[in-house]
């Protein structure tokens, strides 16, 4: 493992536009970086004092700001911070336009005129976290608070970015450094050995940081609910009105819908909000056996969503008696998956035998895809089966979920680190041996805070922000 342990960082003065693109009342352009306040003092002239230097750091000041030929752009406010008493740790200022993407663009070029150059993608926060201002999984929970869909993402993602998952990880890769520098000591003093060590307790600090690190890691499961949503595919055979209820729940035409059977031929994904609960839904082809060979390529991947699905919606024609195909389906339905039975076309007079249906179906609802009738219901049985599905992934206090992929796995390799070295010293193999493994297991943990990353890990994880942010 090649950890770079100091990272390239630059304190040059960049620039953004850190509001969205469009129009608003209010647009904030943000300048951080060695020269930020000189850039500001260059470009914005406060309506009292001659500069804005002349206020105090955090002053909210009244002013204009100007082009490169001092043409007069926006009536405006703007606040410098000085370093490290900033979001990024470095001087840095803001200013508060009037939120026209024009004046904003202007007010930006005459950022690059005074000397500050464009910011990348999430640079700001990149330089909070070189500058320890936040740890990478604070850093991660700012993307995932910005890109939250729902209330509990939010919540979730606002108390890790307040330190609730990283003090946890920390918490043990502390102690691990503890356990590490007693092994040392047993290496450097021959007098001392592992049965020390075992005496000492330290096998007792490892087994509970591996307990801790388990707890840690199995909220995941909760963690990909909560940030992918519960993945629930639409299966049924073909004409019953799939597309239409994927339409009618996602509120807008999504899919294509028309009386001939075999019109989905792909998956079509759509996420919904259902009372606070984030659902994937995947409208898939008609399940049947065709010769079709476009048909075929999509009834297969419709077996695929079928199979990689938590909640499955399975859709009959209450119009017509349930037939062969109808039938097949309800063999094809996983066991151990909630399936939900939809009888659609309620409008029209119903033909279709609830009595059978109720045999193979726990939770049935009639809607009209077409009205809207019975959609309420439907959409109470899936927030049901949703937090059913929630529930058994675990309880764990917000902000202590974890939804990143990147810091399970960094997490789980330094839970399986630990468990090689507790069966180790447990054989009473010598300290040295053991070394490595404590070792990688703290490095582990340190990829996961941040202590120690690679720079091509820190690029990846900040290119998925925003510019401005
Ligand atoms: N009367 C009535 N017609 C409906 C309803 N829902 C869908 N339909 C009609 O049923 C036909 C098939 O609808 P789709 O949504 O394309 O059905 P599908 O299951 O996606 O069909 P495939 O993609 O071919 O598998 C269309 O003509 C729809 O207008 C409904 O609630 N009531
Ligand atoms: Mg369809």
Redesign the pocket.
């Known amino acids: 493992m090649a950890y770079n342990k100091i990272m390239t960082y630059t304190n040059d003065t960049i620039a953004a536009i850190s509001t969205a693109n469009g129009v608003s009342a209010i647009g904030v352009i943000r300048i951080s970086g060695a020269e930020a306040v000189a850039v500001l003092r260059k470009l914005f002239t406060p309506f009292g004092k001659a500069a804005i230097t002349d206020y105090r750091p955090g002053q909210l000041v009244h002013g204009r700001a100007l082009s490169a030929d001092g043409a007069v752009l926006d009536d405006c406010c703007a606040v410098y911070s000085l370093a490290p008493n900033s979001y990024t740790g470095e001087d840095s200022a803001e200013i508060q336009c009037h939120g026209s993407p024009v004046a904003l663009a202007a007010v930006l070029r005459s950022c690059f005129h005074s000397g500050a150059r464009q910011a990348e993608r999430g640079e700001f926060t990149k330089r909070a976290f070189l500058n320890g201002k936040l740890d990478l999984i604070e850093a991660e929970a700012v993307a995932e608070l910005i890109d939250a869909e729902t209330e509990e993402q939010v919540t979730n993602a606002a108390r890790q970015l307040l330190g609730a998952a990283s003090r946890r990880i920390t918490g043990v890769y502390d102690s691990l450094l503890d356990v590490l520098s007693h092994f040392f000591a047993v290496i450097d003093y021959p007098d001392e050995d592992i049965e020390d060590f075992a005496a000492k307790g330290y096998l007792a600090l490892l087994e509970a940081a591996r307990t801790e690190l388990q707890e840690i890691g199995s909220s995941f499961t909760r963690g990909k609910i909560l940030k992918n949503g519960v993945p629930a595919a639409i299966v ?10 994927l ?1 009618a729940l996602a509120g807008f035409e999504r ?10 031929r792909d998956t079509v994904e759509e996420k919904i909000i259902v009372s606070g609960t984030l659902l994937r839904l995947t ?1 898939t ?2 399940l049947r056996e065709t010769n079709d060979a476009i048909e075929k390529i999509g009834v297969e991947r419709a077996r695929l969503a079928l199979e990689g699905a938590d909640v499955i919606i399975c ?1 009959f ?1 209450g ?1 017509r008696p349930l037939d062969a195909e109808d039938r097949d389906i309800f063999a094809q339905l996983p066991a151990d998956k909630t399936c939900i039975a939809v009888v ?5 007079p119903q033909e279709i035998e609830f009595t059978e249906l109720k045999s193979q179906f726990l939770r049935i609802c009639s ?5 809207g009738a019975g959609l309420d219901a439907l959409t109470a049985e899936l927030k049901s089966a949703a937090d059913e599905l929630a529930d058994r992934a675990g309880s764990f206090a917000a902000g202590e979920i974890i939804t990143s992929e990147r810091q399970h796995e960094a997490i789980s390799r330094a839970g399986r680190a630990l468990a090689d070295v507790a069966a180790k010293i447990a054989a009473g193999v010598s300290a040295d041996a053991c070394l490595f493994g404590l070792e990688s297991a703290a490095a582990y943990l340190g990829e996961a805070i941040g202590k120690n990353v690679t720079d091509d890990t820190v690029e990846t994880i900040f290119s998925r922000f925003c510019v401005g942010k």
């Open positions: 049924g055979k073909p004409n019953v009105g799939k597309s239409s209820l339409n899919a294509i819908v028309t009386d001939i059977p075999g019109t989905t409208d082809a008609g859709v024609d119009s659609n076309k309620s409008d029209l809607v009209s895809a077409a009205t």
